[in-house]
């Protein structure tokens, strides 16, 4: 299998992620923006698993998000923003990411996950980012997207997210009443950035969940079922990395062990680390250097063939129909 790391020099124009929102969950199920191409619905129709009220924090959702008007090409979008299990981050990693894949054709779809800051430690957030994956899937004819050509993104806490969803995954069951649960929560191609890998760890030289969240005690066994490198299988997803050496907030040494779990499991992987950067760096930021990350994640699209039209799914391109010849002038 075909592995790359690129290591990038860059250099750092800026030291932090001032800037980046962190915004409470609140996508509003049914509100009414189909005009622009957004919609948002429950993950559940009902309560979700596990629920603790119905306010906007109990109530996992994903937004949808149209391509760009006659660049459907067939392909989708997961979005995990980060934000630590405590929020999410937007714009910076959620609607700037979906509007980055909407201009090339993707359907993208934006997860409102639940957060362990308001009562949802893992594996509640899991679920919810299994339900979404499947529901992208079981409705891909509606959406007019290939069901296998769904790639999961996310960053940091999303990224963490994303990558446990691509190595834990739910099969689907054939026979459920709920057609959503008939199909398989595996997305077909995973990228993280700058994704907190090491999440669950002891260690509090650098951010650690147990000790955010209050679970030292408990740590060594949620390691043992929260990291992702430790599920990586030869059924993972192929997979881009994108982290920078000088992260403060999250290690790079956590993208190099998935990576080198990736390697030893027959994964096909990419993998660009830039020398400077800090968390949170989103598209690059206006940054000369990390600038050209997102350069990197569209030809290796293209290597996938994400950005190759499928006929067979959205139709023939407006640019490529026939003319007709009897239509009035």
């Known amino acids: 299998m075909k592995h790359v790391l690129a290591l990038a020099i860059g250099s750092c124009l800026w030291c932090s992620s001032a800037g980046a929102q962190m915004v409470q969950p609140c996508a509003t199920p049914g509100t009414n923006n189909a005009f622009l191409g957004i919609k948002t619905i429950r993950l559940w129709p009902g309560d979700a698993p596990q629920a603790k009220g119905d306010k ?64 949802y430690p893992l594996p509640v957030p899991l ?73 669950i760890s002891s260690d509090t030289s650098h951010l650690s969940y147990c000790k955010a969240f209050n679970f030292m005690d408990q740590c060594e066994a949620l390691r043992r079922a929260y990291s992702p490198d430790l599920f990586v299988t030869k059924d993972t997803p192929p997979t881009f990395i994108y982290h920078t050496y000088n992260d403060q907030t999250v290690p790079v040494e956590q993208s190099l062990r998935f990576y080198d779990a990736l390697l030893k499991a027959g994964v096909p992987a990419e993998m660009h680390l830039f020398a400077s950067g800090p968390h949170g760096s989103g598209l690059g930021r206006g940054d000369p250097a990390l600038d050209q990350w997102p350069g990197l994640l569209e030809a290796w699209l293209r290597a996938q063939g994400l950005l190759t039209v499928d006929t067979s799914i959205v139709g023939i391109p407006p640019w490529e129909r026939p003319r007709r010849t009897d239509a009035p002038k």
């Open 56 to 119: 906007c924090e109990d109530v996992p959702t994903i937004t949808e998000i149209d391509p760009q008007f006659g660049m459907a090409n067939g392909s989708a979008v997961v979005i995990f923003p980060g934000g630590g299990y405590r929020s999410l981050t937007s714009p910076l990693e959620s609607r700037e990411i979906a509007d980055w894949f909407a201009v090339r054709g993707f359907k993208a779809f934006v997860v409102s996950y639940r957060l362990a800051s308001h009562g």
């Open 127 to 199: 679920l919810d980012a299994q339900r979404a994956l499947q529901t992208v899937r079981a409705h891909a004819s509606d959406y007019h997207i290939g069901p296998n050509r769904i790639v999961a993104i996310g960053f940091s806490a999303g990224g963490h997210l994303a990558a446990l969803a691509a190595t834990q995954v739910l099969p689907g069951t054939p026979g459920a009443q709920d057609a959503v649960e008939r199909v398989s929560s595996r997305p077909d191609y995973l990228v993280l950035g700058y994704a907190w890998i090491g999440a």
